[in-house]
Structures are given as C-alpha cells and as structure tokens.
C-alpha cells in the first residue's frame, strides 16, 4: 500500500493527533520554562521579576527536594520490584492446573479496578487503622503489638497500597504470556532431560523477557507520578517522609502559592523523568521492538 | 475491452530497483501468466498494474489510456488475493455484492448479478454463510465470484492457488482457465509454479530479478528458449546443460538438452555413465546419470528399462533437439 | 499438555491460587462488607464478618446526599467523552500508521508515548493558570480535553497494535472493489477491529474514570467527578467506615462489573502487543 496518494493521505490522518499532542506537550513546557525563571507569587500578583536561575537555586537545594527524589526512586523502585517477582510468582502459580481458574483471575485483577483515592482510603481506615483495623486485629490475635502504619513505616504503607494497584497488572500480563508460552517447548525441554528449575530459568523466563519489559515500562510511566494515594493519606507527611516529587511540586504551586519556584521544580521532575526513561529505554528498550 | 500495455515501467524501494524496466502488451481476452523464482518482482509487476503500488518510471496504458495516476478502485481491474482476502465479517453474498455496492449500483441488480455468479461458481447454496464456514476451495470461488461480478477490464490474481492442496488446485486451474475463456475477459496471472503457466496460459512472461527474459506461448518458451534462464526454468525436470568440448564442438559455450529428449541405452555410442539413483514414477522413469568429465545428467525414459543404481548407461541426446548458448547464456539460433 | 497431573498436584495448586486470589481481593471484600454494617459494627474489634446486622442504610444515606449522583455523572461524562473524542483522533492516525507506515512511523509512535512519560506535575503549574485564566477550573470541557490528550497516545499505541493484526490483503481487496478511504475504514476496518476497538475504549474509560492527579487538581465541585468526592472522605478520622466504604463502592462498581467481564480482552490490548 505504498502509492503517493496513500502516503499523502496517511499524513493527512496523522496531522490531529501529532498536532494536539504537539502543543499539549510544547505550550505547557514553554510556559512552565518561563515561569521558572521569574519570582512569580500568587500571593503577590502583579509581581512577575525575572530572577535567573534563583529558583533552580532553591529548589534544588531544599532539603525537601533531595528527601523526596529518595522517596520518588525508593516509591518506583520498590513498587517494580515488588510487582515483577511478585506477578511473576502468582502468574507461575496460576499456569499450574487450577480449578476455577477463571474465577481466580476475576479476584486477582479486582485491585486493578479500583481507583487511587479508593483504595487509598480504604487501606488506610479499614485495613491499617492501628486499633480497629483489620491488620491491628491480626496483630494482637497472634500476640503481637499492632502497628501504627502511617506513624511508624508511611513510606512503606504508601508502598504497600500501590504495590497491591499494580501486582495485578503485572500478574495478568505475564500469565498471559506464559500461556502462550508453547508447551511442546516445555516438552522438549523436559525431554532433554531439564528439571523445574532449568526449564524455568532457560524456556520460562526468556520468554517472558518482553511482557517484563512492557510492565516495567507501563508501571513507571504512572508511578512517577502516584499523588493521589498520597494525597489523601499522609499528605506527604509526617515530615517530608512521604513525599514525592509530584506531591512536592503540587504542595509548592497549589498550597504555597509559589508559581515559580513549583515551575522550576515542575521541569526538574520532567528532567528526572526523561533520565529515568533513558535508563529504561537502554535496559530494557531492546526488547520492545514495534 | 482489456489491453493492458507497459512501456518501460520501472520501480524501485529505497536504492533497490524491484523493477528496472518493463515493457509488453497484453491483447485484450489473453490469459497471460507471469512466472518466476520468488522475489523477481512478478508480485510487485501485477500491484503496478493494480496500482496498489505506485511506479517510478514508465506508462502503464489500459486500453491506450495512461492510468499511472489512477486511484486502482478507477482502473476497472479486478484482483484475486493468495490469501483470498475475503471480509471476514461478512456473509458470502456481502463478500461478493461489496464492489458493486460501492459502484452504487440500484439493490435489485445487484442480486441478480451476485446470484448469477453464484451460480456459475456453485456456491449458491453458501450466500449466506460467512468466510469462515467454508473450505479452501470455497473461499477461493468467493475471491473468483468477487471478481468477476464486477466485470472487470482485466482480472488480476495474485498466486491464487497456493494455498491450496494439490489435487483441489488442480481443480481450480482447469475452473479458472475455462471461465476465463467463456468470460473473454484479459487475465494477469502471478504464479510461481511453472506447470500452472505452461497448462493455463496463452503467453508467458518470464520474469528474473526484475527482468523480463522471454514473453511467449508455453511451446515457444519450450521449444526455443531464449536463454539459460528461461531453458532452465520452464521444463521439469530441469534441462541439462552440459559445457566444454561436447559444446564447443557445436560451436556453443553451453549447450542444453531435455531430460525426455535423451535415448538411454546399455551400450553404443554416446556419454557413458553410472546410474546414480533411478526414480520409478510408473509411466515414467527418472535416470540421475553420473558422467565423468560432465556431471549429473537427467533423463527421462518411457517405462521401465531394466537400469539400475550402479549399472552403467549410455546417453545419446537427440541431435535436432539441442539448445545452444553463447557466452552470454544468450540462445544461438539454430 | 500431556504433562502429569497427579491428583496432589492439582490440589495444592487450586488451593494455593485461590487462597492468593483471596488475598488479593480481600480488601474489597472487606470494603463491600463493611458498607452494610452500621458504623459500629465497622469499627468492632474482633472484626464481624458475616454475622452482624446487615443495613443498607449507608447507601441510602449515600444516594440522599444529592451530590453523589451528581459527582457519578460527572464520572461518566469525563470519562465517556473524553475517550470517545480520543478514539475520533485516534482511528485515523492508527490507520494510517499501520497501513501506510513510513520510515518515521516507529518514530512518531515512541514520540507519542514519550508524551506520556512526561509527569503530570511538569506542567501542572501552566496548566491550572491557564484552566484558571480562561475560566475552565472546575469545568467538564476542561477536564475533558486533558484527560483525552493524556490518554491520547495509549489509546493510538494500542490500535495501532490491533490494526496491524489485519491482513493488509483485505483492506487492498476492497479498494479494488472501489472503496474510497473513508468507506474502506468504516466497512471493512471498523468492523474487523471491534473486539481491538472495544477494548481500547474500555481501558480508556477504566484509566479516565480512576484518573486522580488532574481531577483532584483542577476540579473542586460543579465538573469534580467520584475520585474527587471520595478524596473528601479523607479529612474526618470519625466514625465513617460504613457510609465510606458505600461511597466507594458504589464508586468503583461500575468500573469493577465492565473490567470482570472484558478483562480477557483487556490484559491482551495491556499488552501492547508484546504478547501474542
């Protein structure tokens, strides 16, 4: 299908989408690269001075800034971690013969399709209250001291709600590809003599190489910027314990009112993200091919 | 109406050049077969002609008119895909009615039309079934009947049958060439299965690497070929080509003789060799003859002659029948 | 499979899947329960789980605050329409990307989806002055045009991949057969890739309805849809388990009903292709 025409036409269909992408990414980026070099204040409009590079300055050195880059990697970080070993376990065992398999797979991908602020809250109050939740009840039936959550371990609980959003994404996706897996593959292996483990390592985990790699792509793409769960357990706190970049900048722009300073901050997010996609791309890009 | 006439058409993908010139005329009401190894470009020569691609160079004249930049849904072609290419998503009637729906044609025509070339494919009693409820044969007829409801100026099929076992394709080839023939209507027929071109065409075109090597009737490019790679491609098996001074005697650096026009005897006169592997057919015996100082050489023997491997056998080609080429693999008129 | 299935086997595995399936569903169970229990069943220590009094009235509290039906409809407004308008721009540039690929195909396809890796909050700043300055805060078409742009470029990638699973042959045969263009898409391509299409369509209205940056950002009550209204549970610590975990699941249930019952097709389109 390769005539003048159709090439023509091909452009002509493209042009939307290209466009309005275009200016959804470029006129917002000009504007937020404008701002970050003014001392712009909601609190004080009508002052828009041009300040260099003063709120790279201080945002960059804000102790806040460093403690929530940690919090942002060790959030991403430990969420992938956890969804890729995890999923991948869970997606082995649901390839076994299972009866009523179908009905597993319904309760496995609930999670998946439940929004933020739902889940969020509902972790927090029903399941990790320190005295009526349900975890505090299985604490103190086995003996032990139950657990302030958010108090003792908010990162971790923050963590563990995501973890729990996005186990079934990642879950549902490798059990797809290990079923398509071929089984005379495994056949073979197993006649050449290969036990669990090495048809595991050898056949199993090659193959699920390119599901990996999309999971972890996808999964990054929107734990960079998890707010919601955030925003309506901890916010951020207690200290700057539990706040990301996103609900960083949020904070600055729409509580602290400083436009400036939250767009200086908005752009280093993009440059984070950008280094992070670069890595992921080198790692893992060559397993994605279209 | 349907000539369809090339005048040095040319393409090319990126620096590759698929086609490097093309010219021919295709009378109107002839069934000609494009045949050639895979990737010769005969696939990418009928697309030109559909216009599913576009040419770099050169005219390609339907009924005299230059159609070069035509849209192919305004070229009055029709096309019968390898894969058949029917939609899926609808009913055998709907497969075939689509072109003429898109023509605007008034409903009660197109019923007529769709039933009347139902009935001449036998898939009267299918209409309403969809693609995927119907055998290999019977897709492929719906792909014919989809064709020709149109009333194309020429019909294009594109390997039509190869995907088809052996015995149905015969079926169809015979299926295919006769409704030609009572239709009238020009046929352009890619295959690369050079007993469908011998057995369905009325000229052939031999296409290698882009290039047309000969255009003629199936006993032209049988009995004169023009060259090492037309000798070498149309006949099965494969022609014998034997260089050296057995050639150059006759004044040709190679010359060619036919599996079936070489006598086999147990002695006499004539290249003397050792059977290497006899393969009985029944009708037909095939004789792989080792030859020192030549090579292998194949013959085909009527009936059984008693040969076997090991034995050794004297080869007499037919004198009349000896194909001569030049140092350019050109044929050496004779 | 002509692999050994001993009976224990079987077993083991069925019960350990289920026990991890329960696992993962548990907190939404939990959720449902407590949403027909009073407030004081909720919070009981040891927990109740079937036995207590069973109440609707959460619900009935729930629906009587006007505003939830309110804040639903404006889920399935933000969430319909801007999938809907993101499937307009997008049939025709997947079309044209998986029929007519050119040399910078791929390359405008990763340029798209790097659209997406940039974080929200990058421009979060621009986008509330400018939603602010032309009057679009807590707006449904404001709303709507950044959650279709956000989820513009999932919604190309995933059929350009479905698109690209139809033979090119059949889409060839009906331009031989006359077709122009638009008719070419809407009677041979549209109806090949509806389970493609279908699933494209739910994905979107599953990421829009649970979209919780922008609308807790730019919407505070006319255009603000459920993520919104359930974050206002957020700030009171009292006794509000019951009619939260009602608000919520009302909230996540017509999303949770449309997941169970595509989520085959759903994990497939997931997989961007990466999975036959």
Not at chain 3, 147 to 164: H, R, S
Request: with cysteine.
């Amino acid at each position: 299908m390769a005539t003048r025409q159709t090439h023509m036409l091909g452009r002509i269909l493209i042009a939307p989408s290209v466009l309005l992408l275009f200016i959804w990414m470029i006129v917002p980026l000009v504007m937020t690269i404008y701002f970050s070099v003014l001392h712009y204040d909601l609190l004080n409009p009508g002052v828009h001075d041009f300040i260099g590079f003063e709120n790279y300055y201080y945002f960059l050195t804000d102790p806040a800034f460093l403690a929530s880059l940690k919090n942002t990697l060790v959030l991403v970080g430990s969420v992938l971690i956890i969804t890729v070993v995890l999923g991948t376990l869970v997606a082995l065992l649901m390839d076994q013969p299972v009866i009523g398999r179908n009905f597993v797979r319904l309760m496995v991908i609930a999670p998946f399709f439940v929004m933020p602020t739902v889940s969020a809250l509902v972790w927090k109050n029903l399941l990790m209250h320190p005295v009526s939740g349900f975890f505090a009840w299985i604490a103190t039936s086995l003996g032990f001291r139950p657990i302030d959550w958010f108090a003792q371990a908010p990162l971790f609980s923050i963590i563990l709600i995501v973890a729990w959003q996005w186990l079934p994404f990642a879950t549902l996706i490798l059990l797809t590809a290990l079923q398509s897996l071929d089984e005379e593959q495994k056949e073979a292996a197993e006649m050449d003599g290969a036990h669990a483990f090495s048809t595991f390592f050898y056949i199993t985990l090659p193959h699920l190489a390119r599901p990996i790699t999309v999971v972890i792509l996808i999964e990054t793409i929107f734990l960079l910027s998890v707010f919601a769960e955030i925003f309506v357990t901890t916010g951020g706190g207690p200290g700057l314990q539990t706040t990301n970049i996103a609900f960083l900048i949020y904070s600055q722009a729409l509580i602290q009112y400083d436009v400036g300073g939250a767009s200086a901050g908005g752009l280093v997010a993009v440059v984070i993200a950008n280094i992070v996609a670069i890595i992921l791309v080198r790692l893992v890009g060559k397993n994605l091919e279209t | 109406m349907g000539s369809i006439q090339l005048q040095d058409v040319r393409k090319s993908f990126g620096n590759i050049d698929v086609i490097p010139g093309a010219s021919l005329k295709i009378e109107d009401g002839e069934f000609v077969v494009f045949v050639g190894p895979s990737g010769c470009g005969k696939s990418t020569l009928l697309r030109l002609i559909a216009g599913l691609e576009d040419v770099t160079g050169g005219h390609i004249l339907i009924d005299g008119v230059d159609v070069v930049d035509t849209p192919p849904a305004k070229r009055g072609l029709s096309m019968v895909f390898q894969s058949y290419a029917l939609y899926p998503h609808m009913s055998v009637r709907g497969n075939i009615a689509f072109g003429l729906k898109m023509a605007r044609m008034p409903k009660a025509e197109i019923d007529r039309k769709v039933n009347e070339a139902a009935g001449v494919l036998n898939l009267t009693s299918y209409l309403e079934r969809k693609p995927r409820e119907l055998s290999g044969g019977q897709r492929q007829r719906v792909a014919i009947g989809r064709a020709i409801v149109r009333e194309p100026k020429a019909f294009l099929f594109d390997e039509p049958l190869s995907n088809l076992d052996a015995a149905l394709r015969v079926n169809m080839r015979l299926e295919i060439a006769r409704l030609q023939k009572e239709l009238g209507t020009t046929a352009v027929y890619v295959t690369h299965d050079q007993v469908e071109a011998m057995t369905m065409a009325d000229r052939i075109v031999v296409l290698h690497a882009g290039r047309i090597e000969q255009f003629g009737s199936p006993l032209e490019l049988y009995e004169r070929p023009a060259n090492l790679f037309v000798a070498g491609f149309i006949g099965s098996p494969r022609m014998n080509f034997v260089e050296g001074p057995d050639a150059e005697r006759l004044g040709a650096r190679t010359i060619g003789v036919r599996p079936e026009h070489i006598t086999v005897s147990r002695s006499g006169d004539g290249w003397k060799g050792m059977v290497s592997v006899a393969e009985h057919l029944g009708s037909d015996t095939f004789l792989y003859v080792e030859v020192p100082g030549i090579g292998t050489l194949t013959v085909r023997t009527p009936g059984e002659l008693g040969l076997r491997e090991g034995d050794t056998a004297v080869l007499t080609p037919d004198p009349a029948r000896i194909h001569r080429f030049d140092a350019n693999g050109q044929a050496i008129a004779s | 499979m002509a692999r050994k299935r001993t009976t224990t086997r079987i077993v083991v595995s069925t019960v350990s899947a289920w026990v991890v399936g329960f696992i993962f569903f548990f907190p939404i169970l939990w959720m449902i329960l407590t949403s027909f229990k009073t407030e004081l069943d909720a919070f009981s220590i040891p927990p109740k789980f079937l036995f207590f009094h069973w109440t609707t009235e959460n619900y009935a509290t729930v629906q009587e605050r006007s505003n939830y039906v309110h804040h639903a409809l404006n889920s399935v407004i933000l969430a319909g329409g801007s999938t809907l308008i993101a499937l307009l721009i997008a049939v025709p540039a997947a079309y044209a990307m998986a029929f007519s690929p050119t040399k910078r195909t791929r390359g405008t396809l990763m340029w798209m989806l790097s659209t997406k890796m940039m974080p929200p909050v990058g421009v979060l700043v621009p986008i509330y002055l400018l939603f602010r300055d032309f009057n679009l805060l807590d707006s449904r078409i404001g709303l709507i045009a950044v959650l279709c742009l956000g989820n513009l470029p999932i919604v190309i990638w995933m059929l350009f991949t479905y698109f690209k699973e139809i033979p090119k042959d059949i889409l060839e045969a009906a331009r031989m057969d006359g077709a122009t263009i638009g008719k070419e898409m809407v009677y041979i391509l549209m109806p090949m890739a509806v389970p493609g299409i279908a699933s494209t369509l739910l994905l979107n209205v599953i990421l829009a309805w649970n979209e919780a940056f922008w609308t807790l950002n730019l919407t505070t009550s006319t255009a603000a849809p459920l993520t919104v209204f359930i974050a206002s549970y957020s700030s009171p610590e009292g006794l509000f388990w019951a009619k939260l975990s009602a608000a919520s699941t009302l909230a996540i249930a017509p999303i949770l009903i449309i997941g169970w019952f595509s989520q085959k097709q759903l994990v497939r389109g997931l997989t961007f292709g990466a999975v036959k």
